[in-house]
């Protein structure tokens, strides 16, 4: 009887710790993400975040029509292929930063990219704004409205929005 217990508290243990090391909530979609991002650039999970989410700055770094259907509110747009270097020069050099773009392979080049011109707490949001949407965390419009619409790039890569209440525009 002993060894059925012990047994089970194990089980539990180790079960516990595999959620725990989970990412995003979809192991597809973090297999599909951590194929595509460099494993040197540092990360944070919305996981992580949690209840401190804002006290990030965020810079989005997809294209102004994706930001411009949602984004994480008060989210700086910074962009990928036109990025607006302007905006760091706003920024502390020590501030807390995190960037994302729809699952973050974008973010990940414009982390490195950040990092490189001397900031020193910049995080890429793993699984970015798409595991956001996933654990149903609040999006605004581009008047600053509360909204569940997210552009989700193409119909292809919407398949990683899992939350049915949002509702997938490209």
Not at 128 to 134: K, T
Request: glycine fraction near 4%; include cysteine; aromatic fraction near 12%.
């Amino acid at each position: 009887m002993k060894f059925k217990v012990l047994g089970l508290i194990i089980l539990t243990l180790v079960l516990s710790l595999q959620l725990s090391a989970q990412r995003v909530q979809n192991p597809a979609f973090e297999k599909k993400i951590d194929n595509l991002l460099d494993k040197n650039t540092p990360v944070r999970t919305v996981h992580e975040i949690g209840d401190e989410w804002q006290s990030y700055i965020y810079l989005d770094a997809r294209e102004e029509e994706e930001y411009q259907v949602s984004h994480i509110p008060g989210a700086i747009h910074v962009g990928y292929k036109y990025f607006d270097n302007a905006v760091l020069n706003r920024l502390d050099h020590n501030a807390q930063i995190i960037v994302y773009c729809s699952i973050g392979y974008r973010s990940d080049e414009i982390t490195k990219r950040i990092m490189a011109q001397g900031y020193h707490n910049v995080y890429n949001l793993f699984g970015s704004i798409f595991e956001w949407a996933n654990c149903d965390l609040p999006l605004e419009d581009n008047n600053g409205e509360s909204t569940q619409k997210l552009h989700t790039y193409n119909r292809n890569w919407s398949q990683w929005v899992t939350n049915p209440s949002i509702v997938k525009t490209w």
